[in-house]
């Protein structure tokens, strides 16, 4: 603590002016000092009761530290306030000491506070006999009315490889979680487990004489607060409240029994926003692989909250579908559970968000995303049928649940793609003994497989014969449609992308394979002629969540339309452990594997 208080610099100035003109005899100054002795005595008042709230804070601080339990609650509450009123006050050394402190008190606070009450709601409340307001600020309106309070320091990182991603600040990051809302029909698109949502906590004088208030801020909404002529930036934790509130999702469970023909994941498919809907922020749709869910891109979704201006830029939407249908019966899935997000967050079709779309695939994923930017045309249904639609007899609804697989233009509003290890030849897996035996346990319940089943036994003659049996079996999922030698699928993969959308291609390679393959997918497989750009990680899989694949689609994501395309021709190298491949017009994944 300084022994003298100074007063601010302008007014030493100007007292010492007016001294100076007293000296050489000059008049007019007089009532100047005067008033400038005023001001500094004012200002030394304010300055010692600045360092007199900061020095009671501190007291305040060192008896809540020697109390037991819940009897402490209160003297970490008088230490939050004091000190937060000393961060207007106190001078430009002192403040942020000032600031330091509040923090602290404040989570002192609610690690006690935590221990006795669980559920918290907006407004007035008691801890164990003491009392204090709860402030949303700026929260999400999907919060339900009764939430928990998570310090993100309590959260485990171990869904995101241990990386948490946060920014220094006044206050402590949080993580609010609710039950899902049940208010407005978008609430549909949360995900079941709950609401989960970012916040900053802080302890403040609560206004008019009334309770003190403990502040739930929203960390970007809000951004900073101000104390005085003073402005604080917030401290944040991007990752916390997405790694809570998955904490006990049986999603992960759910997956593997979808797909072996269990209905439940069925009953919670769909698009599931991990933020608030902005109608200016392009989506980035992840879409997730066999057997597979949305937990699964936990260090992508990390990786790009963590960033601001991706943070600012787009929206995580990641979808859940059954793994068990075949490859178009899943598109077609995903179209539809795309567009009954549409009709409830823009149904008037006009919001920014629906024209900028970008999509995020991993293995079969990958595969069902490169068919939402695919105009077939009538190639698919030539090559399922030898007659066309209007002269195949049966139910009409058959036939048109037949042409909506077969016959499909790219996704409106998907502006760029990126595939991580999708089978876009097949994956030799699938031929296998083991895939085999995975295809005979695969369900089999697809409503479209049953259709076709109905049509082919009534249209035996329009039926290609090396397709017949297979028809007639409706012994067609997703473990066969992802094999190399699958006719419809054969064709399914020799259609590009629709022109305009740019698409990215990232392969796994795990050394020592012949040939080279991620141990699921050949990279041959994986890497799609006219790639804007493509990479080879070396990696298993489970490519997605290697720390290069991840870097290169953050890359990608930063990128914009006009630069997505480099030199052609040229290899790039990201140090020794990645290859990102430059393809030249008529480039073909051989060549590319020649160059690496």
């Known amino acids: 603590m300084p022994s003298e208080v100074r007063p601010p610099c302008k007014e030493r100035i100007l007292l010492a002016a007016c001294t100076l003109a007293a000296v050489l005899g000059l008049a007019g100054c007089g009532t100047t000092r005067e008033a400038m002795s005023g001001r500094v005595s004012a200002s030394r008042d304010a300055s010692e009761e600045a360092a007199s709230s900061l020095e009671k804070a501190i007291a305040a601080s060192r008896r809540a530290g020697a109390l037991p339990g819940r009897t402490a609650l209160s003297a970490w509450i008088e230490c939050a306030v004091t000190a937060h009123a000393a961060m207007a006050d106190a001078d430009d050394g002192q403040a942020p000491a000032a600031a330091a402190l509040a923090t602290r008190c404040s989570e002192s606070f609610l690690t006690q506070a935590l221990r006795f009450r669980d559920a918290w709601s907006e407004g007035e409340q008691a801890v164990e006999g003491t009392g204090i307001f709860l402030e949303l600020r700026n929260a999400s309106p999907n919060l339900g009315a009764t939430l928990r309070i998570v310090p993100a320091n309590d959260v485990s990182m171990s869904r995101f490889g241990g990386r948490r991603h946060s920014k220094p ?96 994941l069925g009953r919670r498919a769909g698009v599931y926003l991990l933020e608030d809907y902005d109608p200016q922020k392009r989506p980035l749709v992840m879409v997730h692989g066999l057997g597979s869910s949305p937990l699964t891109w936990a260090s992508l979704s990390n990786a790009v909250w963590a960033d601001p201006e991706l943070r600012n830029r787009y929206q995580v939407w990641q979808l859940v579908y059954p793994t068990n249908d075949p490859v178009l019966v899943a598109r077609l899935r995903v179209q539809d559970h795309l567009d009954a997000a549409w009709a409830v967050l823009d149904p008037a079709g006009d919001d920014a968000a629906r024209r900028g779309m970008v999509l995020v695939g991993h293995s079969m994923g990958g595969v069902v995303a490169r068919l939402l930017t695919v105009d077939s045309g009538d190639a698919l249904w030539r090559t399922a049928f030898l007659r066309p639609p209007a002269e195949l007899v049966g139910d009409g609804e058959d036939l048109a649940a037949l042409e909506r697989m077969f016959r499909f233009r790219p996704y409106p509003g998907v502006r760029r793609a990126t595939f991580l290890a999708a089978p876009h030849r097949g994956s030799p897996a699938a031929e296998s003994l083991a895939g085999r035996l995975a295809h005979r346990l695969v369900g ?153």
């Open 169 to 264: 600040g006044f206050g402590v990051p949080v993580a609010l979680i609710s039950p899902r809302c049940t208010h407005a029909p978008a609430c549909r698109l949360l995900p079941p487990s709950g609401v989960f949502r970012s916040a900053t906590a802080w302890i403040q004088a609560g206004p008019g004489g009334g309770p003190p208030h403990l502040v739930l801020a929203h960390p970007v909404r809000s951004g900073s607060i101000r104390t005085g002529a003073r402005t604080w930036v917030l401290a944040m934790d991007t990752s916390a409240f997405y790694a809570a509130g998955l904490r006990d999702s049986p999603i992960r469970r759910l997956s593997i029994w979808g797909l072996l023909g269990g209905q439940e």
């Open 444 to 596: 089999r319940r697809t409503p479209e497989i049953r259709a076709l089943r109905r049509i082919a036994r009534q249209n035996a003659a329009a039926v290609p014969e090396a397709l017949r049996k297979t028809y007639l079996r409706g012994s067609i999922n997703s473990i066969s449609t992802l094999r190399g030698s699958q006719p419809v699928m054969r064709v399914a993969r020799s259609l590009p992308p629709a022109p305009g959308i740019p698409y990215h291609s990232i392969a796994g390679h795990l050394p020592g394979t012949v040939p080279p393959s991620d141990g699921v997918v050949p990279v041959h497989s994986a890497l799609l002629e006219g790639s804007a750009s493509m990479l080879v990680v070396p990696s298993r899989h489970n490519v997605h969540e290697h720390d290069l694949a991840i870097a290169e689609v953050v890359r990608i994501l930063h990128e914009d339309r006009e630069a997505s395309i480099r030199a052609p021709g040229r290899a790039h190298a990201d140090g020794p452990q990645a290859a990102r491949l430059q393809p030249e017009e008529g480039s073909t994944p051989a060549t590319l594997r020649r160059q690496l």
